[in-house]
């Protein structure tokens, strides 16, 4: 299978055009088929993409969720019918982890960077419970499988197209996968440095550094998350993940870096005085206490497809500045990225892993590819 770069795509589907006289070199090449790509925002407890649509209306803060595969937006401010906006006449209602929404649905034109669609369920909420960590939000782009989006719209039984679905359906792009680059932080500000994109239609292998770990998508968990089989994960040198396989999915509308409760406690134990940390409603959180030195303390490593994927103690403590935002008082303990999966799967790897990772979501072959950022 190839996995074509969305530049080398542009070039593949490009058209030739212009003038070819003898001796005139000019040769401009038009892509006929652009992949289109839209800034992502690095919020530190959120990912978010810009979205217009309704009576021309941009909302800033839509969270870019791979765990959920609806759109609606109108959480912080009304979603107002424009002139493209279809009233279906149907209501829809999403729960996750972090909260909730319901209202009215719509089909409408939607564009996100440079990426538009004309036919696009759309939620316009009219009531909304989400954690207060998740403010400013507007609402929620899901990008996990439509099956997941299955009942979420009233009189519709089975799925609806995502925005990607729509993309692929209405032409806008020739290949089902799309990547990401997540910005950086920087720790010590909480803010985002540098830019960030979604590109749909391909990925950019300039941005890539090394092989790219490919993965099955296994759909073990509920058929419809990015859900892959891991080899093993490792704090320093110690395999921390059960012998036979490691059932792990990623989550961007998600901040974690969860593991399931062994692998949780194998990190605790590794550490003299680090213990589970409650941050209110996002739940509890591992904690080192103040006396650990971030130079001693080991790196954890996921291990994928032959390839490890490594993050160092100050890419999985939780920078002082992102403190506030969860609620936590500084008192001089190191509080983690780590959190407790519960059941639900071995690992989840949320914003926290996404931000040091290329990602790229075929779709189409239903596999996940990760690789370092060039
Ligand atoms: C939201 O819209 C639905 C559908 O029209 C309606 O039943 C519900 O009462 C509305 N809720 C609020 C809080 O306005
Ligand atoms: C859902 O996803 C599948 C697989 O990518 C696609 O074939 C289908 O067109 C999508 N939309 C619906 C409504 O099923
Ligand atoms: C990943 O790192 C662990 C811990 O250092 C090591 O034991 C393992 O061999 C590494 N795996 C790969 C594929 O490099
Ligand atoms: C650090 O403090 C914890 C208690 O908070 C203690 O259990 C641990 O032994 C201390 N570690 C060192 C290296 O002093």
Redesign the pocket.
């Known amino acids: 299978m190839v996995h074509l770069a969305g530049l080398k795509l542009a070039l593949l589907f490009g058209t030739l055009s212009g003038t070819y006289a003898a001796g005139l070199v000019k040769l401009p090449v038009r892509a006929s088929v652009a992949s289109p790509s839209a800034p992502l925002g690095n919020k530190i407890s959120k990912l978010t993409v810009s979205v217009t649509t309704g009576n021309d209306q941009t909302f800033d803060n839509v969270l870019v969720d791979t765990g959920s595969s609806l759109l609606w937006v109108g959480a912080s401010s009304p979603y107002v019918p424009g002139p493209n906006s279809k009233d279906t006449g149907e209501t829809f209602g999403v729960e996750y982890d972090e909260g909730s929404a319901t209202g009215l649905v719509y089909l409408d034109t939607v564009t996100i960077g440079s990426a538009t669609v004309t036919n696009q369920y759309i939620g316009a909420a009219n009531q909304t419970s989400l954690l207060a960590d998740l403010d400013p939000l507007d609402g929620f782009i899901g990008l996990s499988f439509n099956g997941s989006n299955a009942h979420t719209i009233s009189g519709i039984d089975g799925p609806t197209n995502t925005f990607f679905d729509s993309l692929v359906e209405e032409g806008v792009i020739e290949q089902a996968l799309w990547s990401m680059v997540v910005p950086a932080l920087d720790v010590a500000a909480g803010q985002q440095v540098g830019e960030g994109e979604i590109l749909f239609g391909g990925y950019d292998a300039s941005k890539v550094e090394g092989d790219i770990a490919w993965l099955d998508v296994t759909n073990e968990f509920d058929q419809f998350t990015w859900a892959f089989n891991m080899d093993a994960i490792y704090f320093g040198d110690s395999q921390i993940s059960n012998d036979d396989f490691v059932f792990a999915y990623t989550d961007s509308g998600n901040i974690w870096l969860s593991l399931n409760i062994d692998s949780y406690l194998a990190v605790q134990k590794s550490v003299?005085?680090a213990a589970g940390a409650s941050i209110g409603p996002a739940g509890e959180i591992m904690a080192f206490?103040a006396?650990a030195s971030l130079a001693d303390l080991p790196s954890i490593s996921y291990s994928m497809a032959g390839q490890n994927f490594t993050l160092t103690p100050e890419q999985y403590v939780m920078p002082s500045s992102a403190y506030a935002t969860f609620g936590i008082t500084d008192d001089g303990r190191h509080y983690t990225w780590f959190a407790s999966a519960g059941s639900q799967a071995d690992a989840i790897l949320g914003q926290a892993w996404l931000q040091y990772f290329y990602s790229i979501y075929d779709v189409g072959n239903t596999k996940i590819g990760f690789a370092n950022y060039a």
Do not use: L
């Open positions: 003299p005085g206490p006396n």
